[in-house]
């Protein structure tokens, strides 16, 4: 009885592979307009906005 044709094995440098690996290595790179806006500054009061409504979120209003 005879290997099936899925049962061999590839080179383990093959084509699709390295072109796999360039795709994740690429999602995984920041993009330059998302660093644009990581850096720029916070305008004043949006700290105490934020704390605002995480306390209505968590049910207090007073």
């Known amino acids: 009885m005879t290997r099936h044709i899925a049962d061999t094995r590839s080179a383990a440098g093959t084509e699709k592979n390295r072109a796999f690996f360039e795709i994740a290595r690429r999602q995984r790179e920041v993009h330059p307009a ?5 850096r720029r ?10 704390e605002a409504f995480l306390r209505i979120e968590r049910g207090r209003t007073a």
């Open 34 to 38: 998302t660093m644009e806006l990581l």
């Open 41 to 50: 500054p916070r305008p004043e009061g949006e700290k105490d906005r934020l």
